[in-house]
């Protein structure tokens, strides 16, 4: 059987049912938790006993709990908007006859690590794994209720076994892949059989099945076998101080075949810009590129998710500002290597990336040749007034304000660092790309730019998408932005 989280209409809050895994499911579901005024998110045992809700209300979450299917659900605690932040409470995983388990939580340091946890009285405990220098972000627990696996990222999804039959399981297929990532994904209850996914950045990866008995490892799938190998390149991480000393991680990529002397650059931003990161692994974008012959810069700039709250902080209100600093630095740091000709280079970028690059052509001419946008924020005033429709908590509207705008009372006119109000500034060739159907960063924030650039006489680009989204669904979506950019790029900063 399964449970199923149920809303009979748009109009209540879902209660829980109970479905058979056979043809009898439609007649013999039964509902077996009725619904809670604002509880959205319920939580079952390992015997299927529903012991956990979170009820959401303005500025805060409740805990429901109950140790014994047969009692009432008791409210544990409340949950402000930063403790909720602070704490992952993952009991997903409650085990029958217990209230002891485990969740995630931030140290004195601010990183994110693993503490005992008592699900009754919703107090945390000692640590039980911390990761030195990343945050923890999930584990797996064996039947014994036992910590059996710690996730994390540094400049990769690693996973840490704390299982010694796991852990060497880990090492033979580490030695048996070398060069690679290599992760155990869905496995047989007995852990006899199990998928094993391996890639690494210059290599979009393989599936396998592994057999542990026998050892006998069986390829599966290859996830782009039209590639060759030899035509892919294998990005690197560097570190790069921006001019304020901010240390900043990043990923470069040199195309294959060329010496690494004077290329022309493409800096690829990731979007987000907050809870966002690039991570050293396989992507076709940095791929093409490179390909063509372009070095691909993916900075990791202040803000980004995985370093600490501390230099995530550093981004707030920097939108434009010193998060542009640090893409301009990390070329500056390329240029005086001398990997990088400084008269060669562009920004690319979708969402907040493509943001960034509308941005960056704009407020530095001088140093970009040109760039090109997907699904780039043109207006933030109109963008942050959007978005903040979606959020009921008055504190949550006026915390997104601020990381926009910065400051305590966020008042930094954000019309000083969008693209649509600064258009007649724009000198460079822009490519401004967008789809129709896009719910994240409205169809209306391409049509803004595009009629201001129009009107200011500027040389933009535009390109719509009819049906596409804030994302690529398809590969023929994808294909009609590598297109476009593809003849962009080479018309303005062509490789050779």
């Known amino acids: 059987h399964l449970l199923l989280a149920l809303q009979e209409t748009i109009y209540e809050y879902p209660s829980v049912w109970n479905f058979p895994l056979d043809e009898t499911a439609r007649k013999a579901g039964k509902e077996i938790q009725k619904p809670i005024d604002g509880a959205w998110d319920w939580y079952a045992d390992d015997k299927g006993n529903v ?75 000692d640590t039980v794994f911390a990761q030195p220098g990343s945050d923890v972000t999930d584990f797996d627990l064996d039947d014994n209720n036992k910590l059996k696996a710690v996730y994390y990222t540094d400049d990769a999804d690693r996973i840490t076994w704390i299982d010694p039959k796991m852990k060497s399981i880990q090492n033979s297929l580490n030695k048996a892949l070398p060069g690679s990532e290599v992760t155990l994904g869905s496995r047989a209850r007995d852990n006899s059989r199990m998928l094993v996914w391996q890639s690494h950045p210059g290599d979009s990866g393989a599936l396998y099945i592994f057999d542990v008995a026998s050892r006998r490892l069986e390829q599966l799938a290859i996830m782009r076998p039209d590639l060759d190998p030899a035509k892919l390149a294998r990005p690197k991480a560097i570190d790069y101080a921006a001019r304020d000393k901010v240390q900043i991680r990043a990923y470069l990529t040199l195309p294959t075949g060329r010496e690494a002397k004077g290329l022309p650059l493409i800096i690829l931003p990731h979007g987000g810009p907050y809870w966002v990161r690039d991570k ?109 429709r979606f959020e009921s908590d008055p504190k949550e509207r006026r915390k997104w304000s601020r990381q926009v705008r910065g400051g305590s009372d966020g008042t930094f006119n954000v019309d000083l660092v969008s693209p649509a109000r600064q258009v007649s500034r724009l000198t460079r060739p822009l490519l401004l790309v967008h789809g129709t159907k896009d719910s994240r960063v409205p169809f209306s924030q391409f049509k803004e730019m595009r009629d201001a650039a129009a009107k200011a006489g500027v040389p933009v680009e535009p390109v719509v998408l009819e049906g596409v989204g804030h994302s690529f ?24």
């Open 51 to 125: 012991r956990m809700a979170f009820v959401y209300t303005p500025g805060a979450v409740k805990v429901l709990y109950r140790a014994k299917p047969e009692e009432k659900l008791r409210e544990t605690g409340k949950m402000t908007s930063k403790d909720w932040q602070q704490k992952s409470w993952d009991v997903m995983r409650i085990f029958a006859d217990s209230d002891k388990g485990y969740v995630i939580e931030r140290n004195l340091e601010n990183r994110a690590v693993v503490v005992s946890a008592d699900y009754a009285t919703r107090t945390t405990g």
């Open 280 to 388: 050293l692994e396989y992507n076709d974008e940095v791929q093409l590129l490179a390909n063509r012959g372009y070095a691909v810069l993916q900075p990791n700039y202040r803000g980004s998710e995985g370093y600490g709250e501390g230099f995530a902080g550093l981004g707030e209100g920097q939108i434009g500002r010193a998060m542009q600093d640090d893409l301009d630095d990390g070329m500056d740091h390329l240029v005086k290597q001398g990997i990088v000709d400084a008269t060669r280079v562009c920004l690319v970028g979708s969402s907040y990336g493509g943001y960034a690059a509308a941005w960056g052509a704009i407020r530095n001419p001088e140093r970009y040749r040109c760039a090109a946008s997907f699904a780039g924020v043109m207006n933030w005033q109109r963008q942050v007034s959007y978005a903040n």
């Open 473 to 496: 669904e398809s590969s023929e979506e994808t294909e009609k932005w590598f297109t476009a950019l593809d003849a962009f790029l080479a018309k303005h900063n062509p490789a050779n």
